[in-house]
């Protein structure tokens, strides 16, 4: 059944999934950018790892070789070294034709001669510090001895230091193991020429190298570990970064689509709101002009839907206009777009429909009468067996309407003149609509400067007790447009609800008449028991401001508040009752009285009234008119009566214009008139005219 049908719009979830993936996108983008970063560091770590094991490694190289460098240089500027014999130090075979080798000191020690390589080697051998296993070798090309024969990068070394170069440096791996090897050359100095003097060596020449070799795998392991190190550390800043991202555009794409939807999505229905609505529409017609293709526009306006706001409430009128955007949803698809305008207002586009008018026109003309027959069925709220039926306006773009605002303009009144047909049905835009349709847009626009130009003014209808003296009156707006010259309020009261202006308007009125009531209590022009009658609407009623805005204005004229009067209707009592109580407690301590305004059109029942701070019930003119000729609306007159008495209550009748309407209403008790019998509504000058002559009679009625 259709009440069960609840999807989203199709172009509402477009907008998510679209966002969405926009979202997954701009988030795979960063991703890629964070995969990035983190690879070139993590390269760039790793080099300076890398560079840095190899740069501690030289540095100790450097170290071990300058020092043996000075060994060797001391070593052999003295000739050579005595070492204790008794430590165990086999001799140095290589100088056993030398005299001397082997000496005995005064003191009985037994020292052996050896040269710098024979000592360096010794050095190494017995150095308990030596946690790097650093050795050192001397290499020559023509060597005494055959362990300073060069091996093969020893060699490559002497072919660079002919070459210029000062030193070499190469790791090698032998059994598995790495070693980091250094050398720098050796020169031919003329003390060495005594051993060598059969190579030819020339004083300067590229003798061989002194080389040391440091074991690489201690410093390749320490430089593991910290690659290690920074491989994880980097990959959980990839996961953490990763995380991240994704949270942020999670949040940032709800916040995006909630944005969106909040200025371009209706709350309740999720359907497009005005805003979208009119940039829809504006596409829509450069589409149909580009291709020749008719577009239309239904404006739909629920009837009566009000009824069931105040009779049932908001939360119900809000389910209720929920299923309804489903059921359209149903059965409009992806034909059109269905757009809330707001309130029980909603608006169909059906872009492109075909490029003969007539056509186009029955295409949606059919839309419209399968909205009518798919409203038919009831909905179910609450337990509520609710029935909806639509007025519908049609517009045909470009053809009937080039701009959004008069598409939009002319479907309003077409589904106005629905609305007078009758209501529950469609109404295809009439050339001759346009009239009324600029009409309306004409009086929204003038509504907006009339208050600024003081074009308002304030007209006061008397009531009058059964004597028919004056006791009070109602104060009624009256516009007078400067080319227009007076527009009825029937004319421009609904349009200003309907834009919100009333809230404007309606302070006006307030602030207007209290400055008079002012005026006449400081004069003495008005009798004690005189109450004037403003009356409010419900969006003034329940701004947040409504209140504080009344006690100004009574405080700022000091005025008796007991002789001011509000005048609200039944719609406005039952749109938020519990408030509706409380705002008139608050103005009732005061002094304010309150009168319900047409009285018996609505949906009031006895509780509210024995709830509600009232004064007095104004029955509405329409049981007044045939009241002498119709027994049940006689009937419902003295009804109401009756109860007001029982409830303590004024009565007071509005719409009496007959002699017999009078009698009937006076035979039936009640107290109070107001109608064209007794008076129209009067200009300022009048009224206080009949004030006055009010006064004389009651002076003359007293003398007498």
Known sequence: MFMTIKPPPFYYTELIDNKASMTKMTSLIAIVILALLITVSLTWNLFLVSDKTYSQVYSLADAALQKDMSYRKFVSSVGGVYINKERGIPPNMHLSHLKNKEITTPNGEHLSLVNSTYFMRLVYNNDEENQHSIQSHVSGKYPLNKKNTANEWEKKAFQQFQAGKKEYSVIQTSNGKSHFQLIRPRFAESKCLGCHNNHDYKIGDVMGGVSVSIDYDRFQQQATIHSTVLIFGHILFAVLGLLAIRIYFNNLSQKEISLKLSSNYDSLTKLPNREQFTSLLDKSIAESKQSGKHGAVILIDLDRFKNINDSLGHLVGDELIKQLAARMYKTIGRDGIIARLGGDEFVILLPELNKDFDIATTTAESYSRRLKTNMMEAFTVENNQLFVTLSMGIVLFPEQGESKSDILKYADSAMYLAKNKGRNTYQLFLPELKTQANKRHDIEVDLHRAITNQEFELYYQPQVDLNGQIVGAEALIRWFHPNQGLISPADFIPIAEETGQIVKIG?????????????????????????????????????????????????????????????ITEGTVVEDFQATVKIMNVLKNYGIHFSLDDFGTGYSSLTYLQKLPLDQLKIDQSFVKHINKNKSNAAIVQTIVSMSKALDLEVIVEGVEEFAQLCELRAMGCQLIQGYMFYHPLTLEQFCDELKYNQFKANITKTY
Request: contains cysteine.
């Open 507 to 567: 302070h006006w009125v307030l602030e207007t008449a209290i400055k008079q009531l002012k005026i006449w209590q400081s004069s003495k022009a008005c009798a004690k028991n005189f109450t004037l009658s403003v009356n409010v609407s419900s969006q003034q009623f329940y701004r947040s401001n409504f209140i504080k805005t009344i006690i100004e204005l009574i405080e700022k004229e000091q005025i008796d508040a007991h002789q001011l009067k509000l005048e």
